[in-house]
């Protein structure tokens, strides 16, 4: 069973500064191809954050590339989300995503909270 963790979520004023993490354990392949991140806000419909392959090609959500930066453990099977000058817009729950053999994954969320 393919498993997705993620962590480094949490409460931080507009300004600051998080990092999240997300591993892959299951998945049988080694590096995981495709991993990246997605986020939704109440009200909001899940939109594209990141998401890359093992060798650093990215794309990113509209208007986030200035801010944010995703990227891969030498070992390929955890992505990390660098998320600089949060904004109270940025809320959210944010989901680890990867793809495998053309099958998505998901993992259950880190809550993000940017406070103005």
């Known amino acids: 069973q393919v498993q997705l963790v993620e962590s480094g979520g949490g409460l931080v004023q507009a300004g600051g500064s998080l990092r999240l993490s997300c591993t892959a354990s299951?998945?049988?392949?080694?590096?995981?191809?495709?991993m990246g991140w997605f986020r939704q806000a109440p009200g909001k419909a899940r939109e594209l954050v990141a998401i890359?392959?093992?060798?650093?090609?990215?794309e990113y959500g509209d208007s986030l590339k200035v801010r944010f930066a995703i990227s891969r453990d030498n070992s390929g099977n955890t992505v990390f989300l660098q998320m600089d000058s949060l904004k109270p817009e940025d809320t959210g729950m944010y989901y680890c995503?990867?793809?495998?053999?053309?099958?998505?994954?998901w993992g259950k969320g880190t809550q993000v909270t940017v406070s103005s």
């Open positions: 890359g392959t093992r060798y650093g090609g990215a």
């Open positions: 299951g998945t049988g392949e080694t590096p995981v191809p495709i």
């Open positions: 995503n990867a793809v495998i053999d053309s099958r998505a994954y």
